[in-house]
Every structure is written in C-alpha cells, then in structure tokens.
C-alpha cells in the first residue's frame, strides 16, 4: 500500500494513439472510481509506423517491416536512435532502413572514430589519470569553448528529457558530437596529442576530450543503452582499476548507475560559444564557394572578401580572422 502510494498516480504514460478510448480512458475511469484521482500526470500518445511511402503497413500490401530482422541487421541502438531522432513520438514515421544506415555512420560511426582517437593516443601515452586535474580556466580557448559548448547540451539535453522530447534531445547529441566534437574541436586539436612528451597542453587535451565522451554517453544512454554502456566502461576503465589498487569502491559500474551530470556555470561562456559559431559559419561558407568553384583546399589562395555590416560585426570576425584563414587555406 505505502509503495503504491508513492507511486500514484503514475508521472508518465505512452500507448499508440488508438488507446485514447481504450487504456487511457480506463485508466482514468478507474483512477477516480477508486481513489477519486487521475490515473497519470502526463501522456505521450505514440504516432503509426509508416512505410517510407507513407504507406501503413500491412500484411496485404506486403510492406511490413520484421523489427527483429531489422535489429538483426543494424543493431537495437542504431534503430532505436533512428525512431527517436527521426520524428517526434506522436508523429507518425515513415520507416526507411536507409535511415537506420544513416545515423550509424553520421552518428554511432563519428562517436565511435572519436572515442578511438581518444584511445589509441590515451594508450601510448600513458594516460590514465594519475596527475592533477589542469582547471578550465588555466586550458587554451579551444578547451574553454567545447567544455561551454558541453555544459549547455547538458542543460538543453535535459531539458528536452524533462519535457518527453526525447527526438529534440538525441537531435542536440548528435549536434554536438558531429559538428562541435569531432568536426572542429578534435580537428583543430591533432597536434596537440600528436605532440611528444606529456605537457600541460597535451594532458589538457585528453581531460577536455576525456570529459566529453564521458557526458556523452550519459546523454545518449536513455536512447543508446548498450552502446553507451560499452563506451563508459572503456572510458573509465583507469578510473576503476585505480580505485580497485586502492581499495575504493566504485557505485558506478554501469553508465546507467551514474548521476546524470549537471551544468556547471562557471564553465559556460556564451560569447565564447557565439565567437566560435561565426568562426565556423564563415569557414563553412568559404569551403562551399571552394567546393563550388572547384578550389580544392589544399590549394592556397591569396585572400577572401567578404561584406561588413557593422563595426561591431567586423571586431568579431577580426577576433577569429586567424582561425578563419588556417581553416580554409588562405
């Protein structure tokens, strides 16, 4: 009886939207019947799953797709992120196995290659967390900046969860993770982990990327439960060997037992954030008139113009001119 009533009435339910008359209304129905109250506080009402036509499936049109052949070929994770990232829970999807293909090479295949970039330097160097942590504020920009960027996907991300919009959510991940993560940060950042010895750059570098991956799967877990999982325990892997040496124990085995983190506001800077988004529009930009103009970006130009609205505009571009001009060859 004390566990039910702290458990009624339930915080969240979710059936096909032909339940509306059916489990829905019951529920409700013997909810005030009984105990004079609702039977749940909130309700997603699950949209069709179409065929990529827009067609509902049926046995007579010979257009249903088998889940377990589906998850069979590409995996409960890379489907489950697809459903989710694809189209909002109440709408309905057209289902194409295209799509599933899609997000393991745009999202799961550029996660993947990151955390393996991680790895492979984190291995030969030695990396495994032995000396003191660098603070945020002693690292270069680039740092500060993917570290601001991460603290404002955790409150975005967790958001959108709190909000039942899980497609938002995983949409933002995926953001982060192939435009900000891999595209720019882990780019611009090489030759640091390429660098010999282990200096305060370089283990900057592994703690700032280390901490990225670390969050990231707690963000996905909710969606991508195994491959999440399998990447925490790879990640902390140091962590739990050196705590096992000492004798410490550890509550958290499992992504799934972590503490979700928590933005930290002392590490967000969103003029930092707005600098390296123009940085990255205007490089973008200058690499699409390349690719247009068939300039390949191994071919150094002389300079590029571009109109200035404002002065206010122009200190900004001037304050990432030199990452600009690296960026794209000129």
Same mark, same amino acid.
């Given at each position: 009886? $004390?566990?039910?009533?702290? #458990?009624?009435?339930?915080?969240?339910?979710?059936? *096909?939207?032909?339940?509306?008359? *059916?489990?829905?209304?019951?529920?409700?129905?013997?909810?005030?019947?009984?105990?004079?109250?609702?039977?749940?506080?909130?309700?997603?009402?699950?949209?069709?799953?179409?065929?990529? %036509?827009? %067609?509902?499936?049926?046995?007579?049109?010979?257009?249903?797709?088998?889940?377990?052949?589906?998850?069979?070929?590409?995996?409960?994770?890379?489907?489950?992120?697809?459903?989710?990232?694809?189209?909002?829970?109440?709408?309905?999807?057209?289902?194409?196995?295209? *799509?599933?293909?899609?997000?393991?090479?745009?999202?799961?295949?550029?996660?993947?290659?990151?955390?393996?970039?991680?790895?492979?330097?984190?291995?030969?160097?030695?990396?495994?967390?032995?000396?003191?942590?660098?603070?945020?504020?002693?690292?270069?920009?680039?740092?500060?900046?993917?570290?601001?960027?991460?603290?404002?996907?955790?409150?975005?991300?967790?958001?959108?969860?709190?909000?039942? $919009?899980?497609?938002?959510?995983?949409?933002?991940?995926?953001?982060?993770?192939?435009?900000?993560?891999?595209?720019?940060?882990?780019?611009?950042?090489?030759?640091?982990?390429?660098?010999?010895? +282990?200096?305060?750059?370089? !283990?900057?570098?592994?703690?700032?990327?280390?901490?990225?991956?670390?969050?990231?799967?707690?963000?996905?877990?909710?969606?991508?439960?195994?491959?999440?999982?399998? +990447?925490?325990?790879?990640?902390?892997?140091?962590?739990?060997?050196?705590?096992?040496? #000492? %004798?410490?124990?550890?509550?958290?085995?499992?992504?799934?037992?972590?503490?979700?983190?928590?933005?930290?506001?002392?590490?967000?800077?969103?003029?930092?954030?707005?600098?390296?988004?123009?940085?990255?529009?205007?490089?973008?930009?200058?690499?699409?008139?390349?690719?247009?103009?068939?300039?390949?970006?191994?071919?150094?130009?002389?300079?590029?113009?571009?109109?200035?609205?404002? !002065?206010?505009?122009?200190?900004?571009?001037?304050?990432?001119?030199?990452?600009?001009?690296? $960026?794209? %060859?000129?």
């Amino acid at each position: 009886k $004390e566990t039910f009533e702290q #458990n009624f009435p339930a915080d969240f339910i979710a059936e *096909g939207v032909d339940q509306t008359r *059916g489990w829905f209304y019951t529920l409700h129905a013997l909810g005030v019947l009984l105990f004079d109250s609702v039977a749940y506080k909130t309700v997603v009402s699950n949209g069709l799953v179409l065929d990529k %036509n827009g %067609n509902k499936m049926s046995k007579r049109l010979g257009n249903v797709v088998d889940p377990f052949d589906t998850i069979n070929s590409f995996g409960a994770d890379a489907t489950r992120w697809y459903l989710i990232t694809n189209a909002s829970p109440w709408d309905s999807l057209k289902f194409d196995s295209e *799509g599933i293909r899609e997000a393991q090479r745009k999202f799961f295949g550029t996660l993947y290659n990151t955390y393996q970039f991680f790895a492979l330097y984190a291995n030969v160097d030695g990396f495994a967390f032995r000396e003191n942590y660098i603070p945020v504020k002693d690292r270069p920009e680039i740092d500060q900046w993917i570290l601001s960027s991460l603290n404002t996907l955790i409150k975005d991300a967790t958001r959108y969860f709190d909000e039942y $919009e899980p497609t938002q959510a995983g949409r933002a991940i995926e953001d982060f993770v192939d435009e900000h993560l891999s595209n720019w940060y882990v780019r611009l950042s090489r030759r640091r982990f390429w660098k010999g010895k +282990m200096s305060s750059d370089k !283990k900057a570098a592994y703690e700032t990327l280390h901490e990225c991956l670390l969050v990231v799967t707690q963000l996905m877990s909710p969606i991508a439960p195994f491959f999440s999982d399998w +990447m925490y325990q790879n990640l902390t892997a140091p962590i739990r060997e050196k705590a096992k040496q #000492n %004798n410490t124990p550890l509550r958290w085995d499992s992504v799934h037992l972590t503490v979700l983190s928590k933005t930290e506001t002392n590490k967000q800077d969103k003029a930092l954030e707005e600098k390296m988004e123009l940085a990255q529009k205007i490089s973008s930009m200058v690499l699409s008139i390349r690719q247009a103009e068939k300039l390949r970006v191994r071919q150094p130009l002389q300079r590029i113009q571009m109109p200035v609205l404002d !002065k206010e505009f122009q200190k900004k571009v001037e304050a990432v001119k030199e990452l600009i001009l690296s $960026e794209v %060859n000129v």
